[in-house]
């Protein structure tokens, strides 16, 4: 019996010993794999101690600052980045240890310190058993972030400042219009008044035909002008088309008489053929021949 009880305690050993290597050997590849995926993940990863000391950190921290894991686990937070920097982190450290996280953004340098970047820093509380044992540390580059951010905001202002321009120079030109529309229409109505005034003196038949062309491109250069008017009430919104009878053949002539000239001396001859269309049309006579006269001008 002893030598049997001696023979099944060394089994029992033997197998203890297995399974603590298989545990082990199960322990090391968790690690290795764990330890692989924080190495891969673009942003930095550390853990500290309660005593501010490392302990843990994967490959985008060590190449953040310049430093192999040597030289950081086990290394106090004070002795890693030097009393200043120390002294500028004690105050979210204390707050994480007592159990806040902490979420900041933070203008660091490369380890080389030539250039400035923004990192996105998170500080969270490892807890067990309801103790605060220490801390995550998730840190991230978003200066390309920020970057993009500064530049669409100087879009955005420019295009608000190119669009408070437009409307500046919106209001400053249907002023200018209404101001040189009245402008002219007073000398314009002069014209016309005196234009009635020969028109009613002369019996003249080639001075009454010339003085009839002058009262029709006066009147034609009146509507151009409330026209102009016109453009201002567009932007505005309330321009309204008249709605009134009138009759075609004489809006046709007036249109007619004020491009003839210009015909004849191209060698063209104008002809006014409206028998298939009504005599009377309801409309805005006005700004039908105003289209009717650019056709014919074109």
Same mark, same amino acid.
């Given at each position: 019996?002893?030598?049997?009880?001696?023979?099944?305690?060394?089994?029992?050993?033997?197998?203890?010993?297995?399974?603590?290597?298989?545990?082990?050997?199960?322990?090391?590849?968790?690690?290795?794999? /764990?330890?692989?995926?924080?190495?891969?993940?673009?942003?930095?990863?550390?853990? !500290?101690?309660?005593?501010?000391?490392?302990?843990?950190?994967?490959?985008?921290?060590?190449? !953040?600052?310049?430093?192999?894991?040597?030289?950081?686990? $086990?290394?106090?937070?004070?002795?890693?980045?030097?009393?200043?920097?120390?002294?500028?982190?004690?105050?979210?450290?204390?707050?994480?240890?007592? $159990?806040?996280?902490?979420?900041?953004?933070?203008?660091?340098?490369?380890?080389?310190?030539?250039?400035?970047?923004?990192?996105?820093?998170?500080?969270?509380?490892?807890?067990?058993?309801?103790?605060?044992?220490?801390?995550?540390?998730?840190?991230?580059?978003?200066?390309? *972030?920020?970057?993009?951010?500064? @530049?669409? @905001?100087?879009? #955005?202002?420019?295009?608000?400042?190119? @669009?408070?321009?437009?409307?500046?120079?919106?209001?400053?030109?249907?002023?200018?219009?209404?101001?040189?529309?009245?402008?002219?229409?007073?000398?314009?109505?002069?014209?016309?008044?005196? +234009?009635?005034?020969?028109?009613?003196? +002369?019996?003249?038949?080639?001075?009454?035909?010339?003085?009839?062309?002058?009262?029709?491109?006066?009147?034609? /250069?009146? $509507?151009?002008?409330?026209?102009?008017?016109?453009?201002?009430?567009?932007?505005?919104?309330?321009?309204?088309?008249?709605?009134?009878?009138?009759?075609?053949?004489? *809006?046709?002539?007036?249109?007619?008489?004020?491009?003839?000239?210009?015909?004849?001396?191209?060698? /063209?001859?104008?002809?006014?053929? +409206?028998?298939?269309?009504?005599? *009377?049309?309801?409309?805005?006579?006005? @700004?039908?021949?105003?289209?009717?006269? #650019?056709?014919?001008?074109?």
């Amino acid at each position: 019996f002893p030598y049997t009880t001696l023979f099944r305690s060394e089994e029992i050993v033997a197998e203890r010993s297995a399974d603590l290597q298989r545990s082990n050997l199960a322990l090391a590849e968790t690690e290795t794999f /764990l330890r692989m995926v924080a190495d891969n993940i673009p942003g930095r990863i550390a853990y !500290w101690h309660r005593d501010m000391t490392c302990g843990f950190v994967n490959r985008v921290y060590c190449e !953040w600052f310049g430093r192999t894991r040597e030289e950081l686990v $086990g290394r106090t937070m004070e002795a890693i980045f030097g009393p200043e920097r120390f002294a500028e982190r004690e105050p979210r450290v204390a707050a994480v240890l007592a $159990g806040e996280a902490q979420h900041f953004e933070r203008q660091e340098n490369n380890a080389d310190g030539s250039q400035s970047h923004t990192s996105l820093v998170h500080y969270i509380p490892d807890r067990q058993d309801g103790q605060v044992r220490g801390f995550f540390v998730l840190a991230s580059d978003i200066s390309e *972030m920020k970057n993009s951010e500064l @530049r669409l @905001r100087l879009v #955005n202002q420019a295009l608000t400042d190119a @669009r408070n321009q437009a409307e500046a120079a919106t209001v400053a030109k249907s002023a200018f219009l209404a101001n040189m529309s009245h402008e002219i229409r007073t000398p314009m109505n002069a014209i016309i008044g005196m +234009t009635h005034l020969l028109l009613r003196d +002369t019996q003249e038949p080639a001075q009454r035909a010339r003085l009839g062309k002058v009262t029709d491109a006066a009147h034609h /250069l009146l $509507g151009v002008i409330n026209d102009i008017l016109d453009l201002s009430k567009i932007e505005a919104g309330r321009l309204k088309l008249e709605a009134i009878d009138f009759a075609l053949d004489p *809006m046709l002539m007036q249109v007619c008489a004020l491009v003839a000239e210009a015909a004849r001396a191209k060698g /063209l001859e104008l002809v006014i053929d +409206t028998d298939d269309l009504p005599r *009377m049309l309801r409309g805005d006579s006005a @700004r039908l021949s105003q289209a009717l006269l #650019n056709l014919l001008r074109s």
